[in-house]
């Protein structure tokens, strides 16, 4: 079945860039994403890509994907106490009308 | 747009009850919307997809006389946890998808006495 691994920690210092790496399996994964989920709340898509591109960028969010390794990163620039919080990275083969494989979550802390 | 919203935010029940919990899509329809489940400090697991109209697809390992996922409108997606025990406590967050993304509640805190 799918599998799709993540770190589970990561600490950054303010103003520093942040990147949150992901691993998957299933070769068949055509959609990639990354969700935030803040404390006691639900999940926010932040950004996503297709499988045929290697890189997406969207303000202070960059997306890398290597699909011959299987490996996915989420970095973002200039990181504020805002964006603390625990970062799933999912994968889907068709977009929205199927259900996503989530990996365990990278807990981003934030220090001063 | 794209606003999924769920009722209650939390809830606490003795164990033996039932609880339903609602999944609505605010601002469009939702062909099919997902049940799943996120254990604490744990990733979210799928417990069921429901299609408007027919009978939820339930994933392996969830009991589905447990877990009854009512999907009556393109709107409203209800979930009822029958005769529920400790071990059911979770954070249950419902998805929803008009034809394409997946848009998430803000989730139910369920706790079980």
């Known amino acids: 079945g799918e599998d799709v691994e993540q770190s589970l920690f990561l600490s950054v210092r303010e103003g520093d860039s942040s990147v949150i790496n992901c691993t998957y399996t299933?070769?068949?994964?055509?959609?990639l994403y990354w969700y935030k989920q803040e404390p006691g709340a639900g999940l926010q898509l932040l950004t996503y890509?297709?499988?045929?591109?290697d890189m997406k960028q969207d303000q202070r969010l960059t997306v890398l994907l290597n699909k011959k390794d299987k490996h996915l990163s989420l970095r973002i620039a200039d990181t504020q106490t805002g964006d603390s919080a625990i970062y799933f990275c999912?994968?889907?083969?068709?977009?929205?009308?199927?259900?996503?494989?989530f990996g365990t979550g990278t807990r981003l802390t934030i220090i001063p | 747009g794209a606003v999924v919203s769920q009722h209650p935010s939390w809830v606490i029940c003795k164990s033996g009850t039932s609880v339903k919990i609602e999944c609505r899509s605010l601002?469009?329809?939702?062909?099919?919307m997902f049940w799943y489940r996120q254990f604490p400090k744990q990733s979210l697991m799928l417990m069921a997809t429901?299609?408007?109209?027919?009978?939820?697809?339930?994933e392996q390992g969830v009991e589905k006389d447990k877990f009854l996922i009512n999907h009556a409108s393109l709107t409203l997606s209800t979930l009822t946890v029958t005769s529920a025990h400790p071990e059911d406590s979770s954070f249950y967050i419902c998805?929803?998808?008009?034809?394409?993304?997946?848009?998430f509640g803000p989730g139910t805190r369920l706790t079980v006495l």
């Open positions: 999912a994968e889907s083969i068709n977009f929205g009308n199927e259900k996503l494989t």
């Open positions: 601002d469009f329809q939702a062909t099919t």
């Open positions: 429901s299609n408007e109209g027919s009978k939820a697809t339930y």
């Open positions: 998805s929803a998808t008009p034809s394409e993304g997946q848009f």
């Open positions: 299933d070769s068949s994964s055509t959609y």
């Open positions: 890509i297709f499988s045929n591109m």
